[in-house]
């Protein structure tokens, strides 16, 4: 049973491109968060979705970022217009539950991208 | 509101026992939880205590809360080389239905 798969695991863009950075949940996890480490800091917390719909996304910036988790295939966390601020890395969890205290201590990381804005 | 405080660095000797501290201003915390950083890596869960409990112990590990001065530690008793790493505490509430809020993390050192 593969672990939460992220990739690419390094992503270098120009100011101005775009990024797309994708997470493949653990088998069976129907449950997928997003957080952004910046430099020197811990983990913030960005969205939270389910398939198909997005549950929370209190901590998404309002512009250029969005995210999905569609029926089929990974979740996308795609930022547009990348600015050198956007610099951080960025880590996936999938659960297999949605609620409860178990949401979380059963919740697996991926091992992140890490993006580089030039 | 929501924070997590956490000592940035701690540094120990290879053998003896390491405390992390953390204290945490959310007093309906439910969940807390410990979580381990690797170089390049991403976050392992350590343990987790319910707000319900004092102490927790997991083989070298032992977790304890007071609720009263909202902190928690983590103690790694015989540490190795291989416990070098980011530590990082971590609260949720609400029965921990809300996402995972996070400390800046202390980067613990062992000298051989």
């Known amino acids: 049973n593969a672990g939460v798969m992220q990739n690419p695991r390094h992503l270098v863009r120009r100011r101005g491109q775009e990024a797309r950075l994708r997470c493949s949940p653990m088998?069976?996890?129907?449950?997928v968060y997003w957080y952004r480490q910046l430099p020197e800091e811990g983990l913030k917390f960005m969205v939270y979705?389910?398939?198909?719909?997005?549950?929370?996304e209190s901590g998404m910036p309002k512009e250029r970022f969005s995210a999905e988790f569609p029926k089929e295939g990974p979740s996308i966390l795609r930022i547009q217009q990348v600015v050198r601020g956007d610099s951080a890395a960025y880590f996936c969890?999938?659960?297999?539950?949605?609620?409860?205290?178990?949401?979380?201590?059963?919740?697996?990381f991926g091992q992140g991208t890490r993006l580089t804005v030039v | 509101g929501e924070d997590v405080e956490q000592s940035l660095f701690l540094s120990v000797r290879e053998g003896d026992s390491s405390v992390i501290n953390c204290t945490y201003t959310d007093s309906s915390s439910t969940y807390l939880y410990w979580y381990k950083q690797e170089p390049g890596a991403g976050l392992q869960l350590l343990t987790y205590i319910f707000s319900n409990m004092d102490m927790k112990q997991d083989q070298r590990l032992t977790v304890l809360l007071n609720k009263k001065d909202k902190h928690l530690s983590l103690r790694i008793a015989d540490t190795q080389t291989g416990d070098s790493a980011i530590y990082f505490c971590?609260?949720?509430?609400?029965?921990?239905?809300?996402?995972?809020?996070f400390g800046k993390g202390t980067r613990l050192s062992v000298i051989a």
């Open positions: 979705l389910q398939k198909e719909n997005i549950i929370d």
């Open positions: 088998k069976g996890h129907s449950h």
């Open positions: 969890a999938s659960s297999p539950r949605e609620t409860g205290g178990k949401r979380n201590t059963e919740a697996f």
């Open positions: 971590a609260e949720t509430w609400n029965s921990g239905n809300t996402p995972l809020v």
